[in-house]
């Protein structure tokens, strides 16, 4: 009979959240957990920073201005520590409504009053946190509100199936974060998205380009890969711009969402949602495609090569202040020194390691 794969229903949510208001947004978060449950969803994923909402005034004000420091402020204040009673009303969502579900969030540092990241959050179907993915470089105006992510939340997490990874936005094209993914078979992927991209002239909006990013990294990784795209509500667009012009660029549906899901071929099996909708997007899929699609391009196995190509990835995150132990005797006092029995150290043949303890 050999291996069996299973069939299932991925879910993407596209939706803007209740701006800067955590509370608000995570009943929100939570009746969209619920009504992904009802349609049949197995797994789902949410846009970024969908708690409270992205950092986007930092396209339209100076970092510096009274109008930026009072929305990073609320934004801080409306973060969300791990674990906290957010999480845990995220929790009892998923593990009522049975679904494996990947939360953007702007997260803080528990009991601090400074430090900000750009997580996905991995809660298990039976409401279990599973593991936290930071995002590892905050791109262009995120620098200013976002700390940059740890080592060792730079992998996939294993699931009942199999394993699953997210990226957030700008490191969906990152092909060092890629190639980490490949070589850790991730199956079912969550690229997650925030509002719109900063107007820049030229530059294609965030429904074209999320759709191109996606498609080649399922087609890289042969997974399937859940696009969950934010949107923007007319409460942000008259909060958020500086000026009449930035108003009416935000406004636009075109500029906004674009959710999709895509398969291990790099094709387009459900969406992309218009930028004027939210709600669910579904798709039923066979994980066995993931195993067709690696016969043929296995960028972590044979269609690689190990003896030329080498990633080594730090996943690590050392303390920034750390306790020493009580001074010992004066040094001509102490025993003398030995060379370490074990021998000189040397680098793991496998660059990436095993997946983690993140369970399904």
Known sequence: MGDEYPKLRLAAVQAAPVYLDREATVEKACRLIREAGAGGAHLVGFPENFIPGHPVWVYFHPVSSARSMDFSAALFKNSVEIPSAATDALCEAAAEARVFVVMGLTEKRPDTTGTLYNTQLFIDRRGRIAGKHQKLVPTAGERLVHAGGGGESQRAFATEYGPVSGL????????????VLAAQYTRI??????????????????????????????????CYVISACGTVTPEMAEILPATE???????????????????????????????????????????????????????????????????????????LVAGMAEPGPPADLREPRRLDPGGPRTLPDEPFGALGPGEG
């Open 245 to 319: 012009a930035e108003r009416a660029w935000l406004r636009d549906p075109a500029k906004t969402g674009g959710s999709a899901i895509i398969d291990p071929r790099g094709v387009v099996v459900a969406g992309p949602m218009g930028g004027e909708k939210e709600g669910v997007l579904y798709a039923d899929v066979d994980l066995e495609v993931t195993v067709r699609c690696r016969l043929i391009h296995d960028f972590g196995g044979h269609y690689n090569r190990p003896d030329v190509f080498r990633l080594l990835v730090n996943q690590m995150n050392p303390p």
């Open 189 to 222: 992927h969550v690229a997650c998205w925030p509002h719109h991209f900063k107007p820049t002239p030229g530059y294609p909006d965030m429904p074209e380009m999320s759709l191109l990013v996606t498609r080649n990294l399922a087609y890289t990784c042969k």
């Open 168 to 179: 957030c936005c700008g490191e969906n094209s990152n092909p060092l974060a890629i190639a």
